[in-house]
């Protein structure tokens, strides 16, 4: 009985370990179920990598960060993947989406949609 159970372990491990390793060949054939996100999806980590994605836009141009050369990792990294969930989700283009992803952070912050604090203690002298 204990070498039944040792050799199904054994099996179980090369097989899980084979799948892992070419989850890149079998993965993209997965099919997608409704209500659920993409399996797994690479975030860019570069200004190009997020041009690539649809993360640039006319009002949000990153093609001049290219352009100079420069040489940081792109966008926030959290920011992307929530404002790609966003795209994906809600089928809406990358500006709209940045649009919700702010004010989503506004609120969570006590921040109107206008952008001036919604604290009753708040004075602004203009």
Excluded: C
């Excluded at 070419?22 to 179920?33: E, I, Q």
């Excluded at 093609?63 to 929530?82: C, M, P, Q």
């Amino acid at each position: 009985m204990g070498y039944f159970l040792y050799s199904t372990v054994f099996v179980f491990l090369i097989l899980s370990t084979a799948l892992f390793l070419t989850r890149s060949h079998w993965l993209p054939h997965m099919p997608s179920f409704p209500g659920t996100s993409f399996l797994y999806a690479r975030v860019p980590s570069s200004f190009s990598g997020d041009i690539e994605n649809g993360l640039s836009s006319s009002a949000f141009d990153l093609s001049g960060n290219v352009a100079a050369g420069d040489s940081r990792a792109g966008l926030d990294h959290a920011s992307k993947t929530e404002i790609q969930k966003i795209m994906k989700n809600r089928r809406v283009n990358f500006d709209e989406a940045r649009r919700i992803y702010t004010e989503g952070r506004f609120a969570k912050n006590n921040i109107g949609p206008d952008g001036r604090p919604r604290d009753p203690k708040f004075v602004s002298f203009s």
